[in-house]
Every structure is written in C-alpha cells, then in structure tokens.
C-alpha cells in the first residue's frame, strides 16, 4: 500500500523546543517538499529536495531545518527560532522534477501547537 | 514570482447544482495546472492535472480547462453532492516548484 506516512498527528511544543516531524514516502518518488498551511492561506513552501543529500530553501525557510539522508525520508524540525510555528505541516512528494505531467502526493499533515 | 488567486473564497450550494470555481495566476510560463481537494485536517489529494498544451480535462463529474494566454482555469462541478464538500485549491506548475492558491471552500448543502 504505496503512499506517505507523516507522524506524528498532533503535536505540541513548548517555547524553545526544538521538534522533528516524520515524513516517509514508500513510492520511490525522487523529490519531496514541505509545506506549512495556516487557516486562509494557501500552502507556502518550507525546504524542497529533489534527490538524497540536496535540499533547497523554500519561500518561509527561516527557523525550519531538513536533513535527506535518505530517498524515503525527509524530516523537518522546527527550532526555537520559528517565532510562530502553530500550523499545520503537509509533506509531499513527486516521482521526478521538471515534466509537464507530474503530481504532487501528499501526506495526510501534522498539526503543530505551540503551548 | 508566480501569484494564484481563487475566487470566491467560499461557496455553499444546493444540492444538484452545477458550480465553477475560478483560478487565476500571473505567470503563464507553465509545466501545468493542477486541481486538488482537501478534506478538513487533511492532506490533499489531486483531482485533474492540466499540461500547458492541452485545454480541458475531465474526470467523472468534473471538468477542468485551462487558459494560458489569459492566466485562467476553471474547475466544473456538474450535479454538486454533499459529499463534495472540501476546499478545492490550485497549483500553478512551474519547473519543479508548486504554487498553490488559497483554496475555495464548497459545502454543498443536501
């Protein structure tokens, strides 16, 4: 059953608490993103990686860090130096990058809150 | 930097109708246009997937065209059901970047 697991749901983190979220694709998809949904707002880009060991900056990468070790996982972690970090978190992949027939997958999202 | 905007932000319908919802983004050098729906406290799942060649795309009961030239889709519900209920966002495919709009949120009322 091919898909993305993102754990965990919800999470809750205390001011200057670093916190990681699980991302795992088992499509064998290349590049995978995340993103970060707050309520009347679109998805806005965290950190994308398109192949093992090589990750970029999206439009909000500040305060946020990634590591690819793998070409199945891509965890996020949110530091302390995220002044705002209650959101909800979507993990996503794509099979490969620059084709004109190319789906996003996503995960079903990790709650954030910040107590 | 490619901007998507999605009008109206929300819309309730009675059940039966047909609807359409609006997409417009500002760049229009694209790979494609993609339509997603997202369930409350869910990820998104994709629905019709547009290549900057083509015009239209249908699934089912839904219909998705694409103008490049004007920077415009529309997403075409025929004989709308509760169960249609979701917010409903586009992306703008550019590379290997996706630039997604804020969403339309449908409730279909039975």
């Known amino acids: 059953d091919g898909g993305i697991t993102q754990s965990p749901k919800y999470l809750f983190r205390k001011e200057g608490q670093n916190v990681t979220l699980s991302c795992e694709q088992n499509l064998n998809h290349d590049a995978m993103y995340w993103y970060r949904q707050d309520p009347g707002q679109g998805l806005r880009l965290i950190y994308y990686s398109q192949i093992v060991n090589d990750f970029q900056k999206g439009d909000i990468a500040e305060g946020y860090s990634v590591s690819r070790e793998k070409k199945e996982s891509f965890p996020l972690t949110v530091t302390s130096a995220q002044k705002n970090p209650t959101a909800f978190y979507l993990c996503?992949?794509?099979?490969?990058?620059?084709?004109?027939?190319?789906?996003?997958?996503f995960g079903p999202g990790t709650r954030l809150t910040v107590l | 930097k490619q901007e998507v905007t999605q009008i109206p932000a929300a819309l309730s319908v009675p059940e039966g109708e047909n609807l359409v919802l609006n997409c417009s983004f500002t760049?229009?050098?694209?790979?494609?246009l993609q339509w997603f729906r997202q369930d409350p406290g869910k990820g998104l799942t994709s629905l019709l997937l547009i290549q900057s060649s083509q015009r239209e795309q249908t699934s089912g009961r839904l219909n998705a065209s694409l103008d490049k030239s004007s920077g415009r889709s529309t997403l075409y519900i025929a004989a709308s059901q509760p169960g249609d209920s979701a917010t409903y966002l586009c992306a703008a495919v550019t590379g290997n970047q996706f630039y997604f709009g804020t969403g339309t949120s449908l409730t279909v009322i039975p």
């Open positions: 996503a992949s794509t099979a490969e990058t620059g084709k004109v027939a190319v789906t996003q997958y």
């Open positions: 760049d229009s050098a694209i790979y494609n």
